[in-house]
């Protein structure tokens, strides 16, 4: 069992940053593949990133390439999400999530424990 909990999420001006955090429980957690989505209004959850138990492999999504960084702690049992260059497109509440199978990674069906969520709100 693993438990994910969000932070960081706020307002922030079009061209900021942010950085998320998600705090993960369960003494499993370092062999589990960890990844962000989103979900903005009226849309449906999007693949954002995603970094392997190691943290030695990383991919995110086109939209976010090169202004978004995942990154893990494995000794602190967390994982996090740097965003910088901030647009107003990516308003949306982000999601924390932990994959047992390591595959699929893009995909949210391949995820097993998911957190709450943390909304971030960028405004032009």
């Known amino acids: 069992q693993v438990q994910l909990v969000e932070s960081g999420g706020g307002l922030v001006q079009a061209g900021g940053s942010l950085r998320l955090s998600c705090a993960a429980s369960g003494r499993t957690y370092r062999s589990y593949a960890m990844g962000w989505f989103r979900q903005a209004p009226g849309k449906e959850r999007e693949f954002v990133a995603w970094i392997s138990w190691s943290g030695d492999t990383t991919s995110s999504a086109d939209a976010v390439k090169g202004r978004f960084t995942i990154s893990r702690d494995n000794a602190k049992n967390t994982v996090h999400l740097q965003m910088a260059s901030l647009k107003p497109e990516d308003t949306a509440v982000y999601y924390c999530?932990?994959?047992?199978?390591?595959?699929?990674?893009?995909?949210?069906?391949?995820?097993?424990?998911w957190g709450q969520g943390t909304q971030v709100t960028v405004s032009s």
């Open positions: 999530a932990a994959s047992r199978s390591g595959y699929m990674l893009n995909e949210a069906e391949s995820y097993d424990y």
